[in-house]
């Protein structure tokens, strides 16, 4: 943990989580139509960036980044074949 402040002090190890994805997918002879979700435990990293209200400051730090930043995501398309 080193000198940094209290608020800077980090745990050594990043708890343990779970990330679910899905799609739904409906073919046609030529066309394709899909429903698809990331994140759908909506897991998110608190504070990804260390002090990033001070990012020339002595304790800014943006490499502990170790899991989702974005939170779920809804998608949805179409596809056509052309042969």
Do not use: C
Not at 3 to 30: C, G, T, W
Not at 34 to 55: C, F, S, V
């Amino acid at each position: 943990m080193g000198d940094n402040p209290v608020e800077y002090q980090l745990d050594d190890s990043s708890p343990a989580y779970m990330i679910l994805h899905a799609q739904i997918l409906r073919k046609f002879s030529k066309w394709e139509f899909y429903l698809g979700a990331e994140n759908l435990t909506n897991y998110k990293q608190q504070n990804p960036i260390l002090a990033a209200d001070d990012p020339f400051g002595d304790y800014f730090d943006s490499s502990i980044v170790w899991g989702p930043v974005v939170g779920r995501s809804i998608n949805a398309g179409v596809r056509f074949k052309v042969k």
